[in-house]
């Protein structure tokens, strides 16, 4: 088995694309992880801002929480439709494009682009933050262990969806079996004591208020626990890759996957109110909510220690959504001809390689950047969820007109697209200066690009495509040159290939002052004397005279010179090439032929062909 | 003007050498930074070994110091009549190699390529080091300044020798001028006040001896005093660097540097005991000897300031000797065939500019590696240039007697190769655990490389020169081939070629389940009607189906499959290639052409020519 067998596994044909689809149980885990994690970090961004208003500010996590469930249901009922209508995938990006036109859907497919390389890097860098957090010794080592998570998150993704599914469904089904049971022994112990639980663990107490209430700092709270809301929308796009009947299974999944993300947001929002409590400023001191919650409701002994333990595993691989959903949109981009076509190749495994990789390499970037603190780009990553769900629901509100949906149908998607409309103004302008500025600048730069790639590709098809039938009445041989800077048996096997494919040979030595005169004795005896034998046209040698001991350049011109001698005619310049059994080897030569080769295709023109012809030596 | 010109100057034409060689002025920046700064270095070291003497051991500088200026006297002489006897340059690899055999040639030279490449790292990261010192703000930015630094000495470098002189020569100067006043001030104070001089500011008290006289202790603060010395070879190597009379040129500039090198070394030593300056202790009050003796001189003035500056600059740039020798070293190493040709080419500046790159590469890899604070590599240079004395004069000895030289000279190089023989055992006892065995265990590698690239050169040379003349009694066409993906303007243009140097025409088609039947109907319009009309033979259509997506292997696979039907021919692949105008359009190909000249170039043999025929977009 070779190495690459082992690390992305053996290829797989393209029949076998069924064998790879994804069931509902699998996909929770491949889509649903992004979603299903914001609810370790959405509460607690709401919480956050509340901290100005001291124990006060608890009571309005519930009316806030409430509400953001209310527009997830919104946001829910729209992708559900989507996935009926649009079973090919791609989400936001086909509905907004197919009924609002390609700008919208380029516009919806961007900002979900960006989402998707700052979740991945966020959420890694959040798992990592935690577990540092909770072993100091790692700090030092926080980026390694960042690019270490993206790492195994890239090499499982280039194996295939189903691996994947297979690999983060025991952290996925832990994280929700052992929150899920904290929260419901939490809500029995709440009603049964009337309300007000005694913590087995006390939370530290809320600081005392250092602002009154304000409808702008309830929208900012509102608009930071927006975020546990991105990752909705994934599904939608990656329908292709769940299992017959497509639709039925994408949609069982999306249910699944909101009704437990809504499940865990109220039961938190509840808990935090009934045990009073709130988020901790970050430094030391710091605690996060879930482990507060967890702490309050079952102490601090081993079950704590599994769910803080999945709530970190769980964290750091929601990065994974982003690498099923990217490399899918990326592709659905790249055939409309908007992103570069390698992105819509499959590779060895069924998957998008090229878009698993630029993925890779924008989040490790990222992380790079930032040295594996990422949290100063948290504000940035609702915006582009928002505008994706606006546009996709304002799709589905001109697709229902246009199919003769029932008007209810209809009725709640304009309503949706009006609530994510304003949400998304909320976010805009309540984290506009925390970062939000970024994405508003990078979207339509990329959308610029975005629509030149495509120009281009239209200029191409439209020049190289529809080719003409061939013309075979000019079937003169070409004029055929060839640099030699020695005789030896490769240039030899060079020169014999030239007598093959035509008579008309032109030789040229480029002489930096050593070894002319040996060169011109070979010439003489192992050529000329043949040739004349032979009693074929002589070739002609063409001595160059470097004295700045460039060889290449005076090549390239004395080729495109003689181009310019023979209108009409191709010009064929043969490089005769050493290739060494070892790489290494390689090192030993000073790789004139590659740049030689290079140096023609850069300069050179239609005319101008390069004939390869390489001697293998036998150590 | 290129940004290239900008950068590293106009390319020089061969003639133009003359002109870029150096007197004796330019001469003492480029070879003797090394030397000189080690007036820096090595007092200070010798003085460390002897805080454990207390004031008691400050006595012992004098001593020796002066054996050590003896032993470089010794050294000085052999080096003198190296010169002469050598003026092709060399220095130590020459004398060694020629009159000792190759082995003990390439021993002195790999001893002298270690050294050279840790004296680069070690001067940079010590100048660096004494800065961040004195402005403790830089702490953090240490490692950048150290590659900082590379940077600018690698450009400088690769501009040429003269330029570095004109750079390099304000700092030596300075350092020269201001270290020479501070002793010769100092000298005169102390005389005037019959040996006692009071210091305008006091040198910290020494501490109480802890250790009483050994034999060992003294042999080790000689050994590492001993680091003063290395250097002193560099004149040697580059004699053909200098200008005309190139011997006396050469000898002088070496006199010079041997004599200000002695003149520093004694009035340090005479200045430490008169004063009473000795080294402290590394950590927190830590002040270098030179800077106590210069307060003590001349008090904490500007003039301080201007002396303990320029001897900063003057240890951060004494890795231009390094960068002065070692690629020079490396040419004739490759002249010989022990290294890579690149290395022994000029590049436009008419220096050895991989050398100059290869000695960047492996002094950043070592900065990188320490983190730019790199003194503990000091204990293993000493090693490798005693090692190199030694050869030297042993080379020298042999060489007197076959040339019959004076017998004072031969009985001085004796004792010379005797003493620093003696000197680097001392050298490597006592430094062996602290860093000396890596150095040991280093040269025989490195000398086992050279002597298997030697014999992979010496293998090649005999397989591929005196080549047979060329064979033109078979001038068969060859069997050409070609992969076609679709019918386009691209495809065209190679298949009209390949019909004009071969009738044997075979194209092969790659179906991976899209495109076939298109681009069937595309081949029988477009390319066997027009043959038939044309009566030319039918091109060969193969399809190749390819359930796993491949598209290179099955290609390479037809293509060998074809060489074993066709013994005796020749088979001309063609790869028709798209050329976009801009270099980043690239990125909207897969760069199959690429891909599969690289795979044919590595699976094919000697048969089989790849012809690379290009389409420049118009776009």
């Not at 809320?206 to 930071?224: D, E, N, Q």
């Not at 710091?286 to 999945?310: C, D, E, H, K, P």
Request: aromatic share 10%; charged share 15%; with cysteine.
């Amino acid at each position: 088995m070779s190495v690459i067998d082992f690390l992305f596994g053996r290829p797989l044909r393209s029949s076998e694309e069924r064998t790879e689809r994804l069931g509902a149980s699998a996909g929770i885990p491949v889509f649903g992880l992004d979603a299903l994690s914001s609810a370790a970090y959405g509460p607690e961004a709401a919480l956050t801002l509340l901290i100005a208003l001291g124990a006060a500010g608890i009571a309005y996590i519930v009316p806030i929480t409430i509400s953001i469930v209310i527009l997830l249901l919104i946001v829910y009922f729209s992708y559900r439709q989507t996935i009926e209508a649009y079973p090919q995938g791609g989400g936001s990006y086909t509905v907004a494009g197919q009924n609002l036109g390609p700008f919208a859907g380029l516009l919806a497919a961007t900002a979900l682009m960006i989402d998707y390389v700052l979740t991945a890097a966020v959420g890694i860098s959040a798992g990592v933050g935690a577990l540092v957090s909770a072993v100091p010794k790692l700090q030092p080592h926080t980026l390694m262990l960042c690019l270490a998570i993206l790492l195994l998150i890239t090499l499982v993704n280039l194996r295939g969806s189903r691996e994947t599914g297979f690999v983060f469904m025991i952290p996925t089904y832990l994280f929700l079996g052992s929150l899920g049971t904290v929260i419901a022994m939490g809500i029995g112990k709440a009603v049964l004591s009337g309300g007000h639980p005694t913590p087995v663990a006390s939370p530290p107490t809320l600081p005392a208020a250092t602002a009154a209430v304000s409808t702008w700092l309830v929208l900012k709270a509102f608009a930071s626990g927006c975020t546990a809301m991105t990752g909705v929308e994934a599904v939608s796009n990656g329908v292709t890759a769940f299992r017959e009947p497509v639709v039925q299974t994408a949609r069982r999944t999306l249910t699944t996957i909101i009704t437990l993300l809504a499940i865990l947001l109220l039961g938190i929002a509840y808990l935090c109110r009934a045990y009073q409590i709130g988020a901790t400023e970050p430094g030391p001191g710091y605690q996060s909510v879930l482990s507060q919650l967890t702490a309050a409701v079952v102490g601090r002994n081993v079950f704590y220690m599994i769910t803080i333990g999945s709530v970190l595993l769980v964290l750091s691989f929601s990065a994974n959504t982003a690498f099923a959903d990217f490399p899918r949109l990326c592709r659905l981009i790249a055939q409309d001809g908007y992103l570069p076509v390698p992105l819509a190749e499959r590779g060895r495994r069924l998957v998008y390689t090229w878009g698993i990789t630029t993925l890779a390499l924008l989040c490790a970037a990222l992380l790079i950047l930032f040295g594996g603190v990422t949290d100063r780009l948290i504000p940035l990553f609702a915006v582009g969820a928002f505008l994706a769900f606006t546009l996709s629901q304002a799709g589905m509100v001109e697709h229902g007109r246009r199919t003769g949906a029932p008007r209810l149908h209809i009725f709640l998607n304009a309503f949706g697209a009006v609530a994510t409309a304003t949400t998304l103004v909320i976010v805009a302008i309540t984290k506009f200066a925390s970062g939000a500025w970024i994405t508003m600048v990078l979207i339509p730069l990329i959308m610029v690009m975005m629509f030149s790639i495509r120009r281009h590709y239209d200029r191409l098809r439209s020049e190289i495509s529809n080719a003409a039938p061939i013309d075979l009445g000019d079937r003169t041989a070409p004029v055929v040159v060839m640099p030699m800077m020695a005789w030896t048996t490769v240039s030899r096997a060079g020169l014999e290939f030239a007598f093959k494919i035509c008579w008309e040979v032109y030789v040229v030595h480029v002489s930096t002052g050593e070894g002319e005169k040996e060169f011109l004795s070979h010439w003489q005896k192992e050529v000329e004397v043949q040739a004349r034998q032979a009693g074929i046209r002589m070739p002609q040698l063409k001595i160059l005279k470097s004295p700045y001991r460039f060889v290449i350049g005076p090549i390239v011109d004395y080729v495109l010179e003689l181009e310019a001698r023979n209108p009409g005619r191709q010009i064929a310049v043969i490089i005769p090439e050493l290739v060494e059994k070892h790489w290494y080897h390689n090192f030993l030569h000073n790789q004139r032929a590659t740049w030689l080769k290079a140096a023609l295709l850069l300069k050179g023109n239609r005319r101008i062909v390069i004939i390869n012809v390489p001697w293998y030596t036998d150590q």
